[in-house]
Every structure is written in structure tokens, then in C-alpha cells.
């Protein structure tokens, strides 16, 4: 019984759907923009270069807190210390120039890095070792740090006298028009959102995140790369403290509480599948430009402050919908009829 | 299918010759006698106190498409699995052109160039293709960066090998079960793969995939690969392979040319009992129309489908993997909604999609996938007896243990069930036994209708023979069955009334008399439209 | 995996696993063991807490254990519906958003002249539409459900803002405001932890003693299996989520009740409390397993250690660290239990099979001892 068989060519809905996938960045793009013109309609200051600025550098610590989160949540984690870490690293880079007022700025920035560093291999260790869910143990690490740091802190907060006048150059000191800020969170994208396309490790990630037993299978070394993945997102939380330092120049025990829910927020919008798999740094960035705008906007256009929630929620909820919807359409097009899937 | 030379039944069949060298007085094989690329030779493994392998033989030439037969616990899946690196033996050799090994890993094993193609493929669906086959190993350019571009010339170049077109770049999400497995088999042909171990992959393919998959088969051959293909589908084995190795319980049994073989010696070897006893089929008195489907139709899957199945009556639906069979089970039963169409049973019409109204109605479903579809893996057995909302086992809304404790001890001796405690898990049931629970959630029940979707798939012969039996008990106390079975014999044997699906459409109905073989296959395969021959 | 099973009695070893699956098949739910010992473990840390809290002035009287329930009354009444949810494999982080928005919808309609009885049948009913948004995303949509109550979480949060501003409601009648105050006549319950046990008992029994509970497992365990035993997912979960509505819902009107005034930002991080509590009571977050029982000890201790460490004047930060800790070592040590029993087993196999003499270099032959091995 045997049968002529002709090879089985695939539908050209190919450059469709990659087309498609693409999209999704440009679609933030493209909110951006509408947002942007609308707002400028209605208040024209909107549009002018300080106005700008306050956008990109208001959206600068998420979006960088964002690119570490997107290295977690690719790999089917998430981490929910962001905030806290951000706020004790803070507050210790403040405590830092109290003490030793003429300490070195490269200091500063060590030390802040290096705080959210060591929190986030405790949180990459108990995560690969223990096998525990991220979203538990990185919760009960919110908890912990924030106490530690409201401990530390004691009701006091940071004279801004103390900090040193180089180091809040980077918080608010702009150059051809953009602000440092901006450009340093830039240059950290661009970097590691290469990095995540071209490199094996950064292949190894996506990996993970698709199918964690295909990658063990195929030799990835998830574990490794996991707890490289946490040690990044606290680093550049810890990063972020020392910016948010540099850009407010003071710091109480709340500092950074609540940063983790933008953070997620800015990640889902920005296309990044809270399944691990896919989406890129620069979706997330882009993300949290569009949250942020969208905040300003909202000002911008005189409707009362009390609507930044609700509207950011709306957008969450709206951004999910979408990419159940995209990632429908991929798969339809694709498979053609209703063959039988198991991928 | 070639007839060949009955063998004597049984144990006499267990040889110690025969085991490295191809059968001599046949001229081809006598010409050349290349080395083996793979020899294991007689391997044992052992778990606790159970002793799966007891004397696991088998050599691969190059260019050859081997298979490998047996029922459940014959010891094949652990052959595999030590070929794969995944166990070590306690005893026996592994020889790998030429070289005795220890393979510690699936590393290893992949390294020497084994390479096994599991039936659920294991791809990254947010990767394109060509990582798929590359992940961990993508080639590098400059700065260690990966050259994205020598990545898919490479993909592209292992696609020609195989004959097959598919573009490397597209993402792996949304590729057919029969894709998948050329990606995982592009990958394999990617790390020089000598030898290639396909566990059961036409499971799930139409057969316009199984002969794609057979040319790709083919194909390895031609550049000297060994194919080992385990398989329970004789039919296809004779159609694939030149040579086979049948297992019983644990031990070789011998090894053949294909052409040497026929399917009942090969039966034969591997149960040691005869075929008649395998379908135990008596004549009933059939009743009343309990289940009618009225030109059901869901787009694009299957169209105007109609029917009838009565009190007492075996109606198999029959007709080539993909053509909709389990697609128009589901819709019956309400897992899936169909666009167009009735279901009645008894009369009265069944809402549409609604698997608990179903259920309510009458009908029990035995899904074609036991382990993800059929029971709760990690529940025990009788809570998965229990499973279906069953209210008799409750009362003042409470339920009542110690009735759905009995309940499950009642049917597991009905259906002979073998375990170990009611409170295991079903996960350490075999696989004939777990179809039994399957079959018991349903029946405790009571149906008046029973779907089952592959009865037998999976299950070794002799569950093989009690399920066939349960069913012949079911339907002489009136209930009605449609079934659904790939399986020729298995559809001759137990129906009624045979329907064919052919791409998405029934285009043949047989009596049990006037059925055979060929015209079932005939009508499967679209060449007549029509009634039977 | 390979199509056949292995016969009963094999173990699953194997220094790989092809491909296992991201549950670790523990004891399953029916068996009595593997329940019993999360919650002694619990009844454990109670006895502990208990002592701890009886070395601390004026922990063993009456009115402190009044302020115990008080304050722990209204999380662990957000925690009963969210148990079922987690066993169902879903999470509902807009538990807290819910109790603010229904705080600040009370306080707002008590203001506009609505009575208090139908101000707070209408949150109810906002509180159930809540929950349905909710599950309907999360159903029909396939949305995640992280995602989704994340973005519920802050539009709750947001639509609460905007009903009240930067407002606060006050002057709610006595006869309610007291819940806060006094205990239930002739106890020294708090009026919330009334409403928690009478809870506890009827999601207790449905969870455990009922047909629709089992479900329930399944569907976290296996929603295939489920669905095609006719259990009808969609719409079980979907229950759930109106339900955790509604009872956030309610408990927001405790809530209110018990500071006598309403604020947009009621509750506002609740939600980590309630899913620490959860978590802590020993439902895992894959689904598929736990109890209620579980969830009550681990409320009492919780509340046990809080007050305690408030009685000794220990900072309310400090107490977060607590509480942070025992929720890492809620789910760390059960995984470590797994992971040595897994370690252990590893290497018992590998010193069995090292006796056929593995060579470290694959390439060079064996010196295999067959005979001697046959068992």
C-alpha cells in the first residue's frame, strides 16, 4: 500500500506572521505616537523640549528596571524585589556620601549595584536551587528587603545636602536635549537587547522560557543561566536606587514601594509573554516610555490625576488582550486548517 | 503483506544464534556482510526488584530500517532508553562501530551518534526553526556573536538531505505533530546521527505524512544511517523496514528478514497465543436507535457527517489518522461545538458543546489520549473512578467515601483490574490497566451509549483481549458503542457496521459480513465513493 | 517518553527524565500523609507561635486575642476564596484592589443618602461584577491569569481613586462601626473572625466533603482530563473568581467598618498578606493540592506571631520580615525535602550502576564485570 507523495510545501503566510511578531513593538510605537498627537492637540506644551525631556527621563528607571525584569520573565520567572531593592539601594548609596561625603561617584554606583546584585543572587540561588516558583520567593524577598530597609532607614531620609552635586549631574543634567539619564537607560537596552539576539546566552534564555525540559534536554545550562538572569534584574534595580538617588537627591523608607507593579506592567505592555518566550528589552523599554507618557499626558490634558490608575490598568488589561489576539493569528496562519498541534 | 513460514509458538523461539549476523541463504544479504554500527548484546537492567531487561539484543547495519517489536513489558521501551544514555545496564555490552562504551548520559549518547525521536517532539515554539535544531550550538561568527545567516544555510542544507521543504525561519509554533518530527530529525541528521530511534511516530499522522515520513526514512538510509523503528503497526512495519527484532518479557526473541515474516507468526512470537482468541465477537440482538447524528458539520474538519447506532450494535468508525474520526467523537460528546447539525440521543437533541449535558444524557467517552485526556495522573484510582460527577456517590450533596471506595473496588474486579491500593496513584498503572479505570469512570455511570476512541491503543495484547471482551459484554446488555480504531483487524473483528471517514466526509458503510480489508481501505483512501464493493 | 508505560513496579530513576514534567508528583491529594504532615508541621508553628507569644507581656488574655482576630479578620476572609482559586491553578492578585474599591463605593454611596443596607448589597453585587471581569478574561479570553489581575489590581485600585479622590468617608452608623470595637456578645471574637470561621467551614466542607471540591483538584491537576470527564471548567472557574469578588467585596465592608471610615487607598499591598497566607497554609502554587485546614492554621499563626512581635513593640517593618521569612520557608522546605529525597536516590542508582565500572572518557572500553552481576 504505498502512496505518491509530493513534499509538503508551507503556506508563504510566513513573512505574514514574522511580519506580525515584529508588530508588537511597533504597535508601542504606535500608541506612542497617537498618545503624543492627541495630547499635543489639546495642550501644546506638551510638545515643547522640556516637556520631552520630563518624559524620557520620568520613564528612565522603569524602563531600566524593565530590561532586567525582561530577562526574568523570558525564562518563565518574574521577580517582584525590584522595588525594594531599588529603594535600600538608595538609601545605602545616601548613606554612603553621609558618611564619606567625597566618596568617588564610580563608588556610589558600585555600591548600589552591588547591593541589588547580592539580593538578586540569593533570589537566583533559591529559585534554580530549590525549585520554589520565583513569583513566591521573590514576593517574600519584597517583604524582607522592604522590612530591612524601613529598619535601616528609621524614619529618617537622606539630606540632600549630602549628596554630591557630580553625582545629581547624572540624575537631571541633560545633553544635546536629552537626559543623561535617558541616555545611560538607552545605552543599557541597546546593550543587552543585542545581547539577547545574538548571543547564545541570550538565545538560551528565550529557550528556557519556551520549553524549560527541551532546553534541558538540548544541554542549556538553565540553572546557570537563571540565576544570571535574577543577578542582572537586581543589579540594574540596584543601578536604578543609585539613579533615583542621583535624580531626587533624597530618599525615605518608601522609597521605590510599588515600583514592581510599573515594572510588570511597563514588561506586559512592552510584549514580553508573562510565559517566558519571547519579547525583546526594547518592547519593554518602549513600554514603559508608553505608561509613562500616557501619565503625562493625562496631566497634560487636565484630567484629574486620580484617572493615572485606572487607565494604566485599562492598558494592562487591553496590552494582554492584544497578545492573546497576536499570537492567535500567528498560529493560524501558519498551521492553515485545523491540523492536529502539539507545540 | 508477505506470508511467510510459521514458526512453533512459543519459547522455542528464543535462540541464542541469529543474534549479530544477518540470516544467511538469502543472496543480498550473503553478498556483503558490512559492520554492524551498533551491537548490544544482551543487556540486562534492573529496577528494585523488578528486572525489565533481562537479555536485550539487537544489531543495526548501516542502511537498514529496522523494527522493533513487542508488546507492553516486553522490554522495549528500556532497550531504548539504554541506547539513549538515559539508563545504564547491569550487564551486557554496547558496541558503537567498533567500540565497547558506557554511556553515562544522554550526552553521551548523542555524542556517539544515537539519536531518539520521542512521540511527543520536544521544540521551543517561540523559536524559529532553525534554533530549534541549533539551540546550544548555533554557529559563531565574529565576537562570538551567532552568524544567524551560516545558521540557516546549514538548516536549509539538512532539509535537502531529508527531501523535505520547510522554511527555517518561521517560528515552530503552529507546526503539524508530522512537521515537529522532521525538525526533531533534521536536528538529529544535525548532530551526524548514525543511528535513529523513532518511538511510535505515526501515532498521530495522516497517511500523506507517513509516506512523507517513510521517503525521509528512506532518505537516512541512502546516506548509511540505521533507522530503529519502534512500532505496534505491522502493517507499516512491512512496509518500511528490511529487518526486525521481536521482544517478550524482557528477553530477544530472534531477529528476521521482514520478507521471512508474516503478521500472524509474528503475533504469534510475541504473545505466544493464537489470533482467533483476540476478538471474542458474538452476535447480539440489536434495539432501538439510541444515538443519532444528524449531518454534523464543523468547518473544515468534517462535513454532513450522518449516522445511527443502536441498542446492542457495535458501529466503527473506520478511515486513515486525520480524517476526522476523533474530530466527530468530540463533537458528539461536546467537547468541541460543530458548526451545522444534531445529535440526538434517543431523541431528544443534545445541546451544543456541552460535554456535562452529554454526560447527563447518557453518553461516556473514552478519549483517544489516556494520560492527558482520560484520567488525572497524579489522583488516585479510585478518585479517578469517581471522577465524573457521579451524584449517586453523594448524598445531601456530601460525598460519601466509603460507597466510592466500593464502587471502585466493584468495578476493578469486574474488569480485572491489577493494582497495588485503591489510594496509588494512577501513574502506576500499566497501560492496559489504566484504560480499565477509564472504562470504569464511564460504566459506573451506566451509560446507554459508550464513544471509545481507540480501545486498545498502547495496551498490550492479552488487556487487549479483555477490553474486546468487556466491550461484546456491553453491548449484549443493549448498550450502544462507537467506536473508533485505526486498527484493521481490530474494526473486522468487533463491528457491527463499519463507517469510513475519509477527509472529513463518510463515504462508506459496511456490514460486518460484507466488510474486508481492501474495500475498507479503498473507501479510507477516497478511491471509490459509494457503497461497499 | 516512550509510548508503552513501564510495568507497576519500576521506579521512575534515570539520571535523566525524558522530558518530566514541571510538577514533582509528590503523595497525592487523597492520601492522607501527605496532607497530614503540611498541617502538623502547622499545628507545630502554632504551638510555637503560641509560646513565643506567652514569654511577651499580655499576650495570654482575652482582649489580646480580641485584637489577634481583629486584625488578621478581613485577610483571611480574602484568603478562603483564593485558596480554591490557587488549587485551580489560577491566582487573583486584585483581592486588595477589590476591598478598596468596595470601601470607597460604600463610603461614597453612604454619602450620596443611599441606606447602609443597600449601599452595601450594591458593593456586593459591584463586587461580584469585579470577580466576573475577572474570570471572564480569564475563561473565555485565556488571558493568563497573573496578567489579568494584575491589570485588575490597578484598575480596581484606579477606579477607587476616582470615585473618591483624596475624600474620606466617616460617620457610618454606630450600630456597625462597632465590629471594630466590641466582640461578638459574650466572646472575645472580633466580629470579622465570626464571619472568617462560619466561611472557613462552608468552603472547608465544599472543598472537601463535595463533588464540585474534587473537581476542583482535578482541574488544577489535569484541566484536559477534567474537562473531558465532563467537568465544566470554564464555568467552575469563572464561579470562583465572582465569588472572590464578592467576599473582597465584603470584606472591604468589614474593613470599612471596623476604621468607620472609607479611603481610596483601603488595603492598599493586602494582597501580598493574602497570598503569603495562602501559600503559607500549604496550597501549592501549581495547583491541585491543599486544604483549608491548612489555610486556617496558617492564618492563626501568622496573626499569633504579628501580634506578639507588636506587643514587643517590634516595628511594623520588622514584622514584614517576618513575614517575608516564613513565606520562603513555607515553600522552601518542603522543595529541600524533595530535592535531598531526590539527591539521595540519585546517588544510590549511580553507586548501583557504578558497578559495571563507568570509564570518565566514553571512548575507551569497558571492563565490565557481566557475570557477576546478574541479580
Given at each position: 500500500m504505498s502512496l505518491t507523495v509530493a513534499p509538503i510545501s508551507r503556506p508563504a503566510g510566513v513573512r505574514r506572521s514574522e511580519l506580525l511578531l515584529r508588530a508588537r513593538e511597533l504597535s508601542i510605537v504606535l500608541a506612542l505616537l497617537i498618545v503624543f498627537g492627541f495630547t499635543t492637540l489639546k495642550?501644546?506644551?506638551?510638545?515643547n523640549a522640556a516637556s520631552i525631556r520630563q518624559l524620557l527621563s520620568g520613564a528612565s528607571l522603569v524602563a531600566l528596571l524593565a530590561v532586567g525584569q525582561t530577562l526574568v520573565v523570558v525564562t518563565r520567572n518574574v521577580d517582584l524585589s525590584v522595588g525594594s531593592v531599588l529603594g535600600l539601594s538608595a538609601y545605602l548609596v545616601g548613606t554612603l556620601f553621609r558618611a564619606h561625603?567625597?566618596?568617588?561617584i564610580a563608588l556610589a554606583f558600585l555600591v548600589g549595584i552591588g547591593v541589588g546584585v547580592l539580593i538578586g543572587a540569593i533570589n537566583g540561588i533559591i529559585t534554580t536551587v530549590t525549585r520554589v516558583p520565583s513569583l513566591v520567593v521573590t514576593l517574600a524577598m519584597l517583604y524582607i528587603v522592604r522590612g530591612v530597609d524601613a529598619e535601616i532607614v528609621n524614619a529618617k531620609q537622606i539630606d540632600?545636602?549630602?549628596?554630591?552635586h557630580s553625582f545629581q549631574v547624572v540624575g537631571y543634567e541633560h545633553i544635546f536635549g536629552i537626559p543623561w539619564l535617558a541616555i545611560i537607560v538607552a545605552v543599557i537596552v541597546i546593550a543587552v537587547g543585542f545581547y539577547m539576539r545574538s548571543f547564545r546566552a541570550g538565545r538560551d534564555l528565550y529557550a528556557i522560557g519556551s520549553n524549560p525540559d527541551a532546553a534541558t534536554l538540548a544541554g542549556v545550562p538553565s540553572g546557570r543561566r537563571v540565576f544570571t538572569a535574577f543577578v542582572v534584574s537586581g543589579g540594574l534595580a540596584g543601578l536604578g536606587g543609585a539613579l533615583f538617588l542621583a535624580q531626587f537627591a533624597t530618599v525615605n523608607?518608601?522609597?521605590?514601594?510599588?515600583?514592581e507593579l510599573n515594572v510588570v506592567a511597563a514588561v506586559v505592555v512592552g510584549?514580553?509573554?508573562?510565559?517566558?518566550?519571547s519579547g525583546t528589552v526594547f518592547g519593554a523599554a518602549l513600554g514603559a516610555l508608553l505608561l509613562n507618557t500616557i501619565n503625562q499626558a493625562l496631566v497634560a490634558a487636565k484630567?484629574?490625576?486620580?484617572?493615572n490608575q485606572a487607565v494604566a490598568g485599562a492598558l494592562l488589561l487591553a496590552a494582554i488582550a492584544f497578545d492573546r489576539w497576536l499570537s492567535l493569528r500567528v498560529e493560524r496562519l501558519e498551521s492553515g486548517r485545523g491540523e492536529r498541534h502539539v507545540v | 503483506m508477505p506470508s511467510g513460514a510459521d514458526d512453533d509458538p512459543?519459547?522455542?523461539?528464543?535462540?541464542?544464534?541469529n543474534r549479530d549476523e544477518p540470516l544467511d541463504g538469502h543472496a543480498s544479504a550473503a553478498a556483503e556482510t558490512p559492520e554492524p554500527l551498533l551491537v548490544l548484546r544482551q543487556a540486562t537492567k534492573s529496577f528494585g526488584s523488578v528486572r525489565a531487561l533481562e537479555d536485550g539484543s539487537i544489531t543495526l547495519y548501516p542502511g537498514e530500517a529496522h523494527a522493533l517489536l513487542g508488546e507492553n513489558g516486553a522490554g522495549k521501551s528500556t532497550l531504548v532508553k539504554i541506547l539513549a544514555g538515559v539508563h545504564q545496564p547491569d550487564a551486557g555490552e554496547l558496541i558503537v562501530a567498533g567500540r565497547t562504551l558506557v554511556l553515562n548520559g544522554p550526552a553521551a549518547s548523542r555524542a556517539v551518534g544515537i539519536s531518539v525521536i520521542y512521540q511527543e517532539p520536544t521544540l521551543f515554539?517561540?523559536?524559529s526553526v532553525a534554533e530549534n535544531i541549533f539551540m546550544g550550538r548555533q554557529p559563531l561568527g565574529s565576537?562570538?556573536?551567532?552568524d544567524k545567516v551560516e545558521m540557516r544555510r546549514r538548516a536549509e542544507a539538512v532539509f535537502r538531505r531529508l527531501g523535505v521543504a520547510l522554511d527555517?525561519?518561521?517560528?515552530?509554533?503552529?507546526?503539524s505533530v508530522a512537521d515537529q518530527q522532521i525538525v526533531e530529525i533534521a536536528k538529529a541528521i544535525s548532530f551526524d546521527a548514525k543511528v535513529i530511534v523513532m518511538d511510535e511516530?505515526?501515532?498521530?499522522?495522516t497517511s500523506v505524512e507517513v509516506a512523507r515520513l517513510f521517503e525521509v526514512v528512506r532518505a537516512l538510509q541512502a546516506e548509511n544511517a540505521a533507522v530503529l523503528f519502534v512500532s505496534h503497526r505491522l502493517e507499516e512495519v512491512f512496509a518500511l523496514c528490511q529487518r526486525m527484532t521481536i521482544m517478550r518479557d524482557g528477553r530477544f526473541v530472534r531477529t528476521s528478514?521482514?520478507?521471512?515474516?508474516s503478521i500472524d507468526s509474528i503475533i504469534r512470537s510475541m504473545?505466544?497465543?493464537?489470533?482467533?482468541?483476540?476478538f471474542p465477537k458474538t452476535a447480539t440482538m440489536l434495539g432501538e436507535i439510541a444515538l443519532s447524528v444528524e449531518r454534523l458539520t464543523r468547518e473544515?474538519?468534517?462535513?454532513?457527517v450522518s449516522f445511527d447506532v443502536r441498542r446492542g450494535e457495535i458501529v466503527a468508525l473506520a478511515?486513515?489518522?486525520?480524517?476526522g474520526r476523533s474530530e466527530i467523537a468530540r463533537a458528539i460528546f461536546g467537547i468541541d461545538r460543530h458548526d451545522a447539525g444534531t445529535v440526538r440521543l434517543d431523541g431528544t437533541p443534545l445541546p451544543n458543546g456541552s460535554p456535562s449535558a452529554a454526560m447527563d444524557a447518557g453518553i461516556g467517552f473514552v478519549p483517544e489520549d489516556r494520560r492527558q485526556q482520560?484520567?488525572?495522573?497524579?489522583?488516585?484510582i479510585d478518585h479517578n473512578v469517581a471522577?465524573?460527577?457521579?451524584?449517586?456517590?453523594?448524598r445531601n450533596g456530601l460525598i460519601h467515601r466509603s460507597d466510592e471506595r466500593n464502587l471502585a473496588i466493584d468495578w476493578a474486579s469486574r474488569l480485572q483490574l491489577k493494582f497495588g491500593?485503591?489510594?496509588?496513584?494512577?501513574?502506576?498503572?500499566s497501560g492496559g490497566n489504566q484504560q480499565k479505570v477509564v472504562l470504569a469512570k464511564w460504566l459506573a455511570r451506566q451509560p446507554s451509549v459508550l464513544i471509545i476512541d481507540?480501545?486498545?491503543?498502547?495496551?498490550d495484547v492479552g488487556t487487549k483481549a479483555e477490553v474486546h471482551r468487556l466491550l461484546d459484554q456491553l453491548v449484549s446488555q443493549g448498550i450502544a458503542v462507537l467506536m473508533i480504531s485505526s486498527e484493521l483487524p481490530e474494526v473486522l473483528g468487533m463491528a457491527d457496521r463499519v463507517l469510513v471517514i475519509h477527509e472529513g466526509h463518510l463515504v462508506a458503510e459496511f456490514a460486518r459480513d460484507d466488510a474486508d480489508e481492501a474495500s475498507i481501505m479503498r473507501a479510507a483512501t477516497g478511491q471509490t465513493v459509494g457503497a461497499a464493493a | 517518553m516512550l509510548s508503552e508505560t513501564t510495568p507497576p513496579?519500576?521506579?521512575?530513576?534515570?539520571?535523566?527524565?525524558?522530558?518530566?514534567?514541571?510538577?514533582?508528583?509528590?503523595?497525592?491529594?487523597?492520601?492522607w500523609r501527605g496532607l497530614l504532615r503540611w498541617e502538623s508541621a502547622l499545628l507545630v508553628a502554632l504551638a510555637g507561635a503560641l509560646i513565643y507569644g506567652h514569654r511577651?507581656?499580655?499576650?495570654?488574655n482575652a482582649t489580646n486575642f480580641f485584637y489577634i482576630g481583629l486584625n488578621i479578620g478581613e485577610i483571611a476572609i480574602m484568603a478562603l476564596p483564593l485558596t480554591l482559586i490557587v488549587i485551580t491553578g489560577e491566582i487573583d492578585l486584585s483581592v486588595a484592589s477589590m476591598l478598596g474599591l468596595s470601601s470607597t463605593l460604600l463610603g461614597y454611596l453612604y454619602l450620596h443618602g443611599w441606606p447602609i443596607g443597600v449601599a452595601i448589597v450594591a458593593v456586593l453585587i459591584v463586587g461580584a461584577i469585579g470577580g466576573a471581569l475577572n474570570g471572564v478574561l480569564v475563561t473565555?479570553?485565556?488571558?493568563p491569569s497573573i496578567a489579568v489581575t494584575i491589570g485588575t489590581l490597578t484598575l480596581f485600585r484606579g477606579l477607587a481613586e476616582i470615585t473618591l479622590g483624596a475624600k474620606s468617608v466617616g460617620k457610618f452608623p454606630a450600630t456597625l462601626t462597632k465590629i471594630g470595637v466590641i466582640p461578638i456578645p459574650h466572646t472575645q471574637i472580633a466580629y470579622s473572625v465570626g464571619f472568617f470561621v462560619v466561611l472557613a467551614i462552608i468552603y472547608g466542607v465544599v472543598l472537601h466533603a463535595m463533588p464540585v471540591g474534587r473537581s476542583i483538584f482535578a482541574i488544577g491537576l489535569q484541566p484536559e482530563a477534567a474537562h473531558f470527564s465532563g467537568i465544566r471548567v470554564k464555568r467552575i472557574k469563572l464561579m470562583l473568581y465572582v465569588l472572590s469578588g464578592t467576599v473582597c467585596s465584603f470584606a472591604g465592608v468589614l474593613w470599612t467598618m471596623r476604621f468607620a471610615t472609607s479611603r481610596?487607598?483601603?488595603?492598599?499591598?493586602?494582597e501580598l498578606n493574602v497570598v503569603a497566607i495562602v501559600l503559607f497554609g500549604g496550597?501549592?502554587?501549581?495547583?491541585?493540592r491543599g486544604s483549608i485546614i491548612g489555610v486556617v492554621l496558617a492564618t492563626a499563626v501568622m496573626a499569633c506571631i504579628q501580634q506578639a512581635l507588636t506587643l514587643r513593640n517590634v516595628d511594623a517593618q520588622v514584622r514584614n520580615i517576618v513575614t517575608g521569612v516564613l513565606l520562603l520557608i513555607s515553600v522552601v522546605l518542603p522543595n529541600i525535602a524533595t530535592g535531598i529525597h531526590r539527591l539521595r536516590e540519585r546517588r544510590r542508582l549511580r553507586n548501583r550502576d557504578r558497578l559495571a565500572q563507568r570509564?570518565?572518557?566514553?571512548h575507551q572500553p569497558t571492563t565490565t564485570t557481566t557475570e557477576g552481576q546478574r541479580a
Open positions: 495642550n501644546h506644551e506638551f510638545a561625603p567625597n566618596a568617588p540632600p545636602t549630602l549628596i554630591p523608607a518608601t522609597g521605590g514601594s510599588g515600583y510584549g514580553v509573554a508573562i510565559f517566558g518566550g484630567v484629574s490625576a486620580f484617572w | 512459543g519459547g522455542s523461539d528464543v535462540s541464542t544464534e515554539p517561540d523559536l565576537f562570538r556573536r551567532i527555517p525561519l518561521r517560528p515552530a509554533r503552529g507546526l511516530p505515526t501515532a498521530a499522522l528478514l521482514i520478507e521471512d515474516e504473545v505466544g497465543r493464537d489470533l482467533d482468541s483476540l473544515g474538519v468534517f462535513t454532513d478511515g486513515l489518522v486525520g480524517a482520560g484520567l488525572v495522573m497524579d489522583l488516585s471522577l465524573a460527577p457521579l451524584s449517586r456517590l453523594s491500593r485503591m489510594k496509588n496513584a494512577v501513574s502506576t498503572l481507540e480501545p486498545t491503543r498502547g495496551i | 513496579q519500576t521506579a521512575t530513576s534515570g539520571v535523566v527524565q525524558a522530558p518530566p514534567t514541571i510538577r514533582n508528583p509528590q503523595t497525592n491529594e487523597s492520601s511577651t507581656t499580655n499576650f495570654w473565555r479570553l485565556g488571558l481610596y487607598d483601603a488595603g492598599t499591598g493586602l496550597i501549592s502554587i501549581f495547583g491541585g570509564a570518565p572518557d566514553l
